[in-house]
């Protein structure tokens, strides 16, 4: 058995470093020296296509360490099988600075947006099991709204990686629907509430 609240800290340390990292991308060339504000103003436009994988993977990482550490659980400790589940979840964290990256260098080639698609699916696939394996759940609101969350994320990945077999450009924009999670759950919700009275 292993102490949660140290598996918790250790996730914490992690994603804060991953999300950190993720800038590290967005730089202009080494010894880059503008003429004019017009050049620098062009420059900074073409970093967008490495703007917008960053955006996209803190907003990811972000809510889903917001959405995890909602989750309340009576349980001081965890078993084997959580920390296995646990320890693949923070490799695919970490290594989406890696896939966003590549992504954000080259989004206009499938393998690219493949690559940014997969190991996204894979940290939200993670983030669910983990859902299941962790002990004495107080099931609430926070509950749906992780499950609704994640289960989005892996349709908008799976949605984002066949588009990127027509226009692999224009792709990543798909997650933009990750933004209507929280509705998306709400309005679950409410529709479990309406069924539940009658």
Known sequence: MYPKARIDALTDGLFAVAMTILVLDL???DGFRPGDAGALVQSLRELWP?????VLSFYVLGSTWLSSIKIRSRGDVVDKRYAFWWLLYLLLATCLPFSTSVVGQFAHYGPG???YSFNLAGLAACGYRLMMLLPNVESDEHVRDRKVSLLL???TCALCAALSLISPGKALWVYLLNIGAPHLARWIGTKQRSQDKT
């Open 113 to 115: 947006v493949w690559l």
């Open 27 to 29: 730089k202009l060339p």
């Open 153 to 155: 994320l892996m349709a």
């Open 50 to 54: 490495k703007f917008l994988p960053y």
